[in-house]
């Protein structure tokens, strides 16, 4: 039995045995016929809000956050539906911010292939970088008592705009919406606070959960205290083609879109498995290893413990290396003991939390990477096993255990799998 893989641009053509395998992908919803007629209605006639038109004047100064090149928001598309609703305001008066959070920033060919070249040539558009201290401004603290330090140009703008897709997210509960906020625009002291080991150790903090969410609740905490005057988020298919769009008040607008994916990208499994095959989604949510943490977490959602966990995941920008993640995975140790020095409140390493939730995976289960741009050495030092062929992988497994079960995410994380028992 034949399955493609998302992986990379072209995909990944693997034949599995043709018995005791179950495949599990999202409902295929087909994309809107004329996204941009969409679009523009629901900028028009907003949940919660006057149109966007109507609250922005010709003399005010605009923010829009959009995602940065490794996600597959199609900002190319839904951009200029927004900029048309802002025809009335000077170009000169529009800041487009990628919304980083502690990313590299987009190069210049990314942002053209994201945005379109006519938006990169018209309108001012800035990377968010977390460490630039000069340009974040102290906004008071959480509730909780986090600290809030905000990109200088968002804070400075008289109307702030928010532009993402939703999906289930491995410990904010969804993407979109406020996370565009905090991580997105947030300084690395906030990032840290928001994604502390403590709030990553939460059972709440994970696919699918808001409620009870601390981690979630402290990015909504933060989005709530700099103020968003509009928010759209789409749903995508596997396709990256628009489903649906939501457009107004910012938690209105994200509170509809999550019940639209939890329907389509969350299935419930009556069993787990002692084999879960799955990927990073491809292009371009599978560009590092870093990235494909998520699908290795969406993955263990369903695994035996002890049993196997084969990911898919082209990393063609690497681990990336040079980055504290690519330290600490390789000077991990014990997964468990890595765990336990994260208890420790001197630890503090930008992007712990991925490498947290790596150590929760390796603990859980054995894992084994098919990958053309990392290298066995890269692969190993995380603690994963290189594969060259995922077919002859699966046949070492069933070699040693012919009954066992197999379960197939084609497209990784677009899908989030759990048991019906939870």
């Known amino acids: 039995m034949k399955i493609r893989l998302d992986y990379g641009r072209r995909g990944l053509e693997v034949d599995f045995p043709g018995q005791g395998v179950t495949v599990v992908e999202p409902e295929f919803i087909p ?199 509009f928010s759209l988020d789409v749903t995508l298919n596997n396709l990256h083609e628009i489903t649906s769009v939501q457009c107004g008040e910012l938690f209105a607008v994200h509170e509809k879109a999550r019940a639209f994916t939890r329907k389509t990208a969350m299935k419930a499994l009556p069993k787990a498995y002692d084999v879960v095959v799955t990927t990073n989604s491809g292009y371009p949510l599978d560009l590092n290893l870093y990235q494909t943490v998520k699908g290795l977490s969406g993955a263990a959602r369903v695994v035996k413990p002890g049993g196997w966990i084969i990911c898919a995941s082209e990393c063609s920008d690497g681990v990336p290396t040079g980055t504290d993640f690519a330290d600490m995975i390789s ?43 990392l290298t066995d050495e890269e692969i190993k030092s995380a603690h994963l096993e290189p594969v060259v062929s995922i077919e002859d992988k699966l046949s070492g497994i069933l070699d040693e255990n012919p009954s066992a079960s197999i379960c197939v995410l084609p497209q990784g994380p677009q899908t989030i799998p759990y048991l019906e028992k939870d």
Not at 170 to 199: I, Q
Not at 337 to 365: E, H, K, N, S
């Open 31 to 229: 994309g809107i016929p004329d996204p941009g007629s969409v679009l523009r209605a629901g900028l028009r006639s907003p949940l919660g809000s006057e149109p966007l038109s109507d609250i922005v004047s010709s003399s005010d100064k605009v923010a829009i956050a959009i995602c940065d090149s490794t996600r597959a928001m199609p900002s190319g598309l839904v951009l200029p539906a927004v900029l048309e609703q802002l025809a009335h305001v000077p170009e000169d008066n529009i800041s487009i911010l990628v919304a980083t959070g502690t990313h590299r920033p987009s190069t210049d060919r990314e942002l053209a292939e994201i945005l379109g070249v006519e938006i990169m040539d018209r309108y001012r558009v800035l990377n968010h970088v977390c460490t630039d201290a000069e340009n974040v401004v102290n906004m008071g603290t959480t509730p909780s008592g986090i600290p809030v330090n905000l990109n200088r140009t968002w804070v400075e703008s008289d109307i702030r705009i928010t532009t993402g897709f939703v999906e289930p997210h491995f410990f904010a509960g969804f993407s979109g919406g406020p996370k565009l906020v905090a991580p997105g625009l947030a300084s690395l002291e906030t990032v840290m606070a928001v994604h502390s080991a403590e709030l990553i150790a939460c059972e709440k903090s994970t696919w699918g959960i808001i409620d009870d969410n601390p981690l979630h609740s402290s990015i909504r905490d933060i989005a709530a205290m700099t103020g968003v005057d």
């Open 331 to 373: 000077r991990m140790g014990k997964p468990a003991d890595f765990l336990a020095a994260l208890a420790d409140p001197g630890f503090r390493r930008q992007d712990q939390w991925q490498a947290q939730v790596l150590a929760q995976v390796l603990t859980r289960a054995r894992v084994a990477i098919k990958s053309d741009g």
